[in-house]
């Protein structure tokens, strides 16, 4: 007698079966399905396979009986039902049977109650176990079953709430770096004197025309050279305004080289480092927004802008070696920065290895100066970046002894940064925001640029110490106001100096600047300081 074969499928309850035998299958063989049965089928047509229980019927005719849960059907030809009624189809060939089955046979439904209530004892069991020995406050009261009913209701409530809390502060902590991902933290590790550049210096003279350079123009009929003294020393010469027309750049840049105090008639000493240098090597003149300046360690032209004809440095003493650099290339070469090259490095801090000048005001020989007062204005700034000495130079007086002390501030951003947004991280790579007239972006570059372009769309013009195209106009006296309400714009908080998008840069240096001053007295005894008499100090 065959095993028969065991069903591995899940109990379900069904209403109609669908045996398909193959065709090795005679009629001697008896079908009595085994409750419980075991698939969803539909009238007729198989839905899913399943197995069944088949059995070889005796050869000796007997009563059905029962061996143990093993159904024993008795000799009949044929197919018969549980019910022993009489067989629904004879069996000749290979064809699918369907048999109804009695409501009452199936004990699905008991089983399935009895499962489901193990099942929860199980859980309930396993809950009141995590609860024992959970070590989350307040947890295990909730399963404890020596308290009472109401105090461990009090436990859950408490517990339910403290998860509320919880679920809502980190709701809001996942929000705030979902909106603004970027950590800003200090570097564990100091900078060392050979990552950072010296700062460029740019000192202007407030003086804006030599006395005898604006002597000389007004005594010649050159209406070109009367109006441009006109707009720099703001003359009151209505006639002047419409005399001719605005002069081209290379005017205006002859012009003020021509009246303007020039490096060799402010600086008088220098001394880099306890050393004695050469002032004229070092330092360069430069047009600026305060007029003719002069710039140390700054760099050329073709390390700034794009078009450097666009904008020409005067009277070049760059040293041979000069290096690309820039706050996200940095120094890659230990001996990059020193005397040699530009931009040059500090060897240490202190004053014995910073720089020190004297300058001559010249006062006697002042016209107009771009202020109420006599002096000069100093700006610190990055080697690659135009100041802007107008509104933010320091200013110093005539016969005093003015000390700064820079701290350099470094902005770096990791490499994984890349891939955050540039909305939420806020600041720009040097590839991500290519500008028109410079090379390397910086935030002060991008909104100079902006100002530049601004004011070409209001005014037509462009003011000199803007970067621009060499063949744009130059605004003069009559286009001054238009010129002032265009950097009016720029500099207000809200105006449209908002929408340049000129985000911060994610490799930035600036220097923080603290200034301190002292009267000067008999500086010039001291030998160190060549070509100075005491005439320059009080």
Sequence with gaps: MDEPIKSTQPQLKASYITVILSENVTPRYHFMPTMPIIEDVTYGKVQRNFIVQVYRKKKSGRRMYSEGNIIRPRKIQGWTQPNFSSPVFRIEDEFALALPLRSGSNPT????????????????????????????????????????????????????????????????????????????????????????????????????????????????????????????????NNSLETAVQSPNWETVQNFLIRVGQTCSDSIKSCIWQNDNISCEEYFNNDLTDEGLCCSFNRLPAENIFKNPDDYTYLNHTFPKRIYDWSPEKGFKDDNDGDMGTIPIRPSGSGTHLGLSIVVDAQTDNYFCSSTNSIGFKIVLSNPIETPKIQDYGFLVSPGVEARYVIQPEIREATRSLRSVDVGKRQCFFQDERPLRYFRSYTKRNCRLECQSNHTLRKCGCIPYYLPKNKKVLDCGKRDEKCASQAKEDMELIYGNGSSCNCLASCYEMNFETSATYSKLYQMSKNQRLENVTNEYFV
């Design 109 to 236: 439904r008991r089983n399935h109650t009895e499962v489901v209530k193990k099942f929860l004892k199980v859980v309930l069991r396993n809950v009141e176990n995590y609860c024992d020995k959970s070590t989350l406050h307040g947890l295990k009261y909730i399963g404890d079953t020596s308290l009472s009913l109401v105090e461990r209701i009090f436990w859950l409530l408490a517990f339910v709430s403290a998860f509320v809390f919880a679920c809502y502060y980190i709701s809001n902590i996942f929000d705030k770096w979902n909106s603004n991902p970027v950590l800003v933290a200090f570097n564990p590790t100091d900078a060392t004197f050979n990552q950072i550049p010296f700062p460029s210096i740019t000192i202007c003279s407030m003086n804006q025309i030599k006395r005898v350079e604006a002597e000389r123009i007004l005594s010649e009929q050159n209406p070109v050279e009367r109006q441009l003294l006109n707009d720099y020393c703001n003359f009151n």
